[in-house]
């Protein structure tokens, strides 16, 4: 039992190969308080991609939460068996680079859209292993250039801001103008706004709004979205038809229209085509794999009685898994990354309280994600109350996606030539296909910066 642990020892769990599975309620207990924030928090978030699912894959609604609930129960395996000590997330960033690829005329069918997605899934599974087992990850992450990191993650930024306000714009923020607003308004506010950080300080309720997310933006949502006729004198934009019971999920169904082995492989051009999206969201990955690791090791000086074995190589082959797993059986890239970087800001910041607060950094990771088990999924009133809000949930994620990103890719280039670098590529990312935005990246760098050694090369 997870109280069993000597004071600064790894917390225990059931060794095998270079990876320790820790078993919910064996080896970690149930954190109550992540436990409902997960519950309501992940369960939702995970819905906001329904309508991606729906949109460009053709599955029915049902079959799109089915869909999710695979990727949840892969995405779980990450602490639960691989004992990865971060909250697994969406590789976010590379999200709006998928729409953007899978949106083109070329994959004009579900089918082909899935096969580009296994390709890329496969592509990242094979780079995540190769480098995890030889240990060259950071080796090949310090050799990029700032201005290619940088124009890659607001290539990222522009995708994610024009499939929202210029490319789906008639299915998204048209459709709920008022209700999506106003949800952005908040989640901008309650995420980003420096005022808030200040008053969250002073302000322990605000904080706790602030650290759950999409959610405060989802409940607004609900609540104006019903209202909007009385202020435009037309129809609701949001219109509730809530059913009761259980939500019997059609996985085989899923699986049935998702998995290679029923719908047939990717040729080897599809390979080709998927690499440099794959490329992409790996230089991505690896600054949430890097960012969690930080954060970890922030908060580790607070909780001496438990030691974080923290393993870059292991989470390179873990990811590697996992995203081969989903490749497989039911392919939606990028869904399998390595960090929820709010969530693992909440976790670790109560886990550094003490013992008493958490027992175990295990113990709040797994409880946030409710041991693996989707049980929002199968709750048919909540869902079906959901389904009106999946266009906000979607123009949220996406907005939310490209604004972080915007900011973190600025503060990337460290010269103004370097800048115009970021743009460039970004812009060029943003409109062309994976290849020729990666291609304008890299003879931009080549010519207007040049190949320079990093700090760390530099470095005696």
Request: overall charge neutral; aromatic content about 10%.
């Amino acid at each position: 039992m997870s109280r069993h642990r000597e004071s600064g020892s790894v917390h225990p769990g059931i060794s095998w190969g270079p990876f320790t599975a820790r078993i919910p309620f064996i080896h970690t207990r149930l954190e109550w308080q992540d436990l409902i924030q997960g519950i309501f928090v992940a369960g939702a978030t995970g819905l906001a991609t329904v309508p991606i699912l729906t949109h460009y894959l053709d599955l029915s609604f049902e079959e799109a939460v089915a869909c999710m609930a695979i990727q949840t129960l892969i995405l779980c395996s990450a602490p639960i068996f691989f004992g990865e000590p971060f909250a697994p997330g969406m590789i976010t960033p590379a999200l709006p680079l998928v729409l953007l690829a899978i949106g083109g005329e070329e994959l004009d069918t579900p089918a082909l859209r899935l096969q580009f997605m296994t390709a890329a899934a496969l592509c990242l599974a094979a780079i995540l292993l190769i480098l995890g087992i030889t240990g060259l990850g950071s080796r090949f992450i310090a050799w990029i250039p700032n201005g290619l990191k940088g124009g890659i993650i607001l290539g990222a930024a522009i995708a994610a801001l024009k499939r929202v306000f210029l490319d789906d714009a008639d299915k998204l923020i048209h459709l709920q103008p008022i209700t999506t607003v106003t949800a952005l308004v908040v989640c901008m506010v309650l995420i980003f706004s420096e005022p808030v950080q200040r008053f969250k300080k002073r302000y322990r309720w605000l904080a706790l709004l602030a650290s759950l997310g999409l959610l405060p933006g989802f409940l607004t949502a609900a609540i104006v979205g019903p209202l909007t006729g009385f202020f435009t004198g037309g129809p609701a934009e949001v219109v509730y038809d809530i059913e009761w019971g259980i939500l019997w999920l059609p996985v085989g169904a899923a699986v049935q229209k998702m998995s290679p082995f029923v719908i047939g492989w990717p040729d080897l051009d599809m390979f080709i085509k998927a690499f440099p999206l794959a490329l992409m969201s790996y230089v991505i990955l690896f600054g949430d794999i890097i960012t969690g690791t930080e954060i970890i090791k922030a908060a580790q000086k607070a909780r001496p009685d438990e030691k974080i074995d923290i393993n870059t190589n292991r989470s390179h082959i873990s990811l590697a898994i996992r995203n081969a797993t989903m490749a497989l059986v039911a392919p939606f890239f990028p869904y399998q990354g390595a960090l929820w970087t709010g969530v693992q800001v909440v976790i670790v910041q109560r886990w550094a309280d003490g013992r008493k607060s958490m027992d175990s950094l295990f113990s709040g990771i797994h409880s946030y994600y409710v041991f693996g088990i989707p049980i929002l999924y199968f709750c048919l009133p909540i869902v079906t109350a959901l389904k009106p809000l999946m266009g906000v949930a979607l123009s949220l994620t996406l907005v939310l996606t490209g604004f972080a990103c915007a900011y973190v890719a600025m503060a990337i280039p460290k010269t103004t030539i370097e800048r115009g670098v970021v743009l460039l590529t970004a812009v060029a990312l943003a409109i062309f296909s994976p290849w020729v935005g990666m291609a304008v990246g890299i003879a931009a760098t080549v010519l207007l910066v040049g190949i320079k050694p990093t700090e760390e090369e530099e470095a005696p």
